[in-house]
């Protein structure tokens, strides 16, 4: 399958824990962005990458959160002094180079389920 | 400033009768608009995609969506529902093809 990959699939982790997630996109794709989905609700953007550079964070993402793309492929998110809060399914998407007149459709990977105790 | 609204969070169809979603949307720009479809413990899965070119769009599964810029709208239909077309769908709009905006989802039951 070559499709969008994350792990874990699921994490339990106690409060004041550092979490990171990995997701790697598809192969070739030279966007890759993080969204945040809680219960009953859209996935919100959190940021995302081209190539290996962050080009847009949203005000979501607070000074716990930092992701990293260092070699333009696979993605980390990490999550400091986790809160009850942050508990929530962790998308990651890519999508191919943009091409002007073509919004580039993005392909989801399956999430990370965080549940903070 | 972009936004979604879905205008119901919960349709209920019987199985071959017809379904309707309903979405409008608030966009600064000519926008790109999406449907994605959320299955339990799956991952989102595009539906369709509307890209400036004709204003009726065909997706998988017999789905399908008319654009109306005129009323903001995005409205996805299908015209025989199927009990496996049960599953989450949210409404999506983006400005500049980056970062997507969704809604809050409508979660369709299909009644056999």
């Known amino acids: 399958d070559t499709g969008v990959s994350q792990d874990p699939r699921h994490k339990i982790t106690k409060r004041g824990q550092n979490v990171t997630f990995r997701c790697d996109p598809i192969s070739e794709h030279n966007r890759l962005y993080w969204y945040r989905q809680t219960l009953g609700q859209g996935p919100e953007f959190l940021t995302y990458?081209?190539?290996?550079?962050?080009?847009?964070k949203s005000r979501l993402l607070s000074d716990r959160f930092s992701a990293e793309r260092p070699k333009g492929s696979f993605s980390t998110l990490e999550i400091q002094r986790t809160e009850q809060g942050d508990s929530a399914m962790y998308l990651c998407?890519?999508?191919?180079?943009?091409?002007?007149?073509?919004?580039?459709?993005?392909?989801f990977g399956p999430g990370t389920r965080l549940l903070v105790l | 400033a972009q936004s979604v609204t879905q205008l119901d969070s919960h349709v209920s169809v019987s199985e071959g009768t017809p379904v309707l979603l309903r979405c409008n949307y608030s966009s600064s720009y000519s926008p790109s608009l999406f449907w994605y479809v959320q299955h339990p413990n799956k991952g989102l899965q595009l539906l369709l995609k509307y890209t400036s070119a004709a204003t009726l769009v065909k997706g998988i599964n017999g789905f399908e969506a008319e654009f109306k810029k005129s009323e903001t709208s995005f409205h996805l239909t299908k015209p025989s529902a199927h009990m496996s077309d049960a599953a989450e769908y949210f409404c999506v709009v983006t400005p500049y093809g980056n970062q997507f905006y969704f809604g809050t989802g409508t979660s369709l039951t299909v009644i056999p």
């Open positions: 990458f081209q190539n290996e550079a962050q080009l847009e």
């Open positions: 998407a890519s999508s191919p180079r943009w091409t002007s007149g073509n919004q580039e459709t993005q392909y």
